[in-house]
């Protein structure tokens, strides 16, 4: 049984891991299947309830390599009014992945409860303070630069290390302005600032990380780094993407962050019956 905190309210799962289905509100996202607006986007939360999913998050600022940042009135008006309409019908637990303040205390009094930062905390300075006052659990991405350059800056002395210490400071970060360790989730970037030898070392000992003193979520639905080992195209790495998530979840995984909510559970049910095998 996996379980986490919320603030108000603890979730579990019976599975191997948590199941986070990404519903992305942005027109640019690398995965075109994955764009959604308004209706759609509430919709396909509400479809990834249906297939079991643990988590939704939702984005209003694409974060794929090459891609630009978008002002604050924009990504508040792309996200707010989709927590809005599922916090109507659905109790789901909702993240927002953002790396703003005023979105995320927007999301926050809609009814969100998870931060997902890809800058770690760095970019809104009273963010961590926020989510410490409000008990928020908090997803703390590594990566360098921004998207739009990421992938420029990909070399290092030993990535594990290198990312594992940026990451460990993050959360020290955290914890030092009032968010609980237990409250913390680590994410090492896969395909951020990262070439193909990197990620799949970072996807093999993700549990490794920070040494093993917090959650780690893995976010490697249909990445390019799929694309490589497979040679297809984001739309045919589903198979790929499954292969890696199992990899993942027994390497240490605590929760997948996914665009095939059912595909993914019906996975993990199968890697729960026959675990004791791999």
Same mark, same amino acid.
């Given at each position: 049984?996996?379980?986490?905190?919320?603030?108000?309210?603890?979730?579990?799962?019976?599975?191997?891991?948590?199941? +986070?289905?990404?519903?992305?509100?942005?027109?640019?996202?690398?995965?075109?299947?994955?764009? #959604?607006?308004?209706?759609?986007?509430?919709?396909?939360?509400?479809?990834?309830?249906?297939?079991?999913?643990?988590?939704?998050?939702?984005? &209003?600022?694409?974060?794929?390599? &090459?891609?630009?940042?978008?002002?604050?009135?924009?990504?508040?008006?792309?996200?707010?009014?989709?927590?809005?309409?599922?916090?109507?019908?659905? %109790?789901?637990?909702?993240?927002?992945?953002?790396?703003?303040?005023?979105?995320?205390?927007?999301?926050?009094?809609?009814?969100?409860?998870?931060?997902?930062?890809?800058?770690?905390?760095?970019?809104?300075?009273?963010?961590?303070? #926020?989510?410490?006052?409000?008990?928020?659990?908090?997803?703390?991405?590594h990566k360098r630069g921004i998207p739009a350059s990421m992938q420029k800056n990909?070399?290092?002395?030993?990535? #594990?290390?290198?990312?594992?210490?940026?990451?460990?400071?993050?959360?020290?970060?955290?914890? %030092?302005?009032?968010?609980?360790?237990?409250?913390?989730?680590?994410?090492? &970037?896969?395909?951020?600032?990262?070439?193909?030898?990197?990620?799949?070392?970072?996807?093999?000992?993700?549990?490794?990380?920070? %040494?093993?003193?917090?959650?780690?979520? +893995?976010?490697?639905?249909?990445?390019?780094?799929?694309?490589?080992?497979? &040679?297809?195209?984001?739309?045919?790495?589903?198979?790929?993407?499954?292969?890696? %998530?199992?990899?993942?979840?027994?390497?240490?995984?605590?929760?997948?962050?996914?665009?095939?909510?059912?595909?993914?559970?019906?996975?993990l049910k199968v890697l729960k019956t026959f675990g004791g095998l791999f």
């Amino acid at each position: 049984m996996k379980t986490l905190a919320l603030a108000d309210r603890e979730i579990k799962t019976e599975l191997p891991a948590f199941v +986070m289905g990404i519903v992305n509100c942005t027109p640019d996202s690398f995965y075109s299947n994955s764009r #959604f607006f308004g209706l759609s986007a509430v919709s396909q939360a509400l479809n990834f309830v249906e297939e079991g999913a643990d988590i939704i998050d939702i984005g &209003g600022e694409s974060t794929r390599p &090459g891609s630009d940042y978008v002002d604050e009135k924009e990504e508040l008006s792309r996200v707010i009014p989709v927590i809005r309409s599922i916090r109507k019908i659905s %109790n789901i637990p909702i993240s927002v992945d953002t790396r703003k303040a005023a979105v995320m205390k927007a999301a926050w009094n809609e009814g969100a409860d998870i931060l997902n930062d890809i800058s770690a905390l760095e970019d809104s300075l009273d963010l961590a303070t #926020f989510v410490a006052e409000k008990k928020i659990p908090v997803i703390l991405c590594h990566k360098r630069g921004i998207p739009a350059s990421m992938q420029k800056n990909t070399e290092y002395e030993d990535i #594990f290390s290198q990312v594992s210490r940026y990451l460990e400071e993050r959360a020290s970060f955290a914890v %030092n302005k009032g968010v609980l360790p237990e409250k913390i989730i680590v994410d090492p &970037g896969i395909g951020f600032a990262k070439d193909f030898d990197g990620n799949i070392e970072l996807i093999s000992k993700c549990g490794l990380l920070c %040494n093993k003193k917090y959650k780690v979520l +893995m976010a490697l639905s249909r990445k390019t780094c799929i694309g490589q080992i497979t &040679g297809r195209a984001a739309e045919k790495r589903l198979a790929g993407t499954l292969a890696a %998530n199992l990899v993942a979840v027994k390497a240490g995984a605590f929760m997948l962050r996914v665009h095939d909510v059912a595909d993914c559970v019906d996975t993990l049910k199968v890697l729960k019956t026959f675990g004791g095998l791999f």
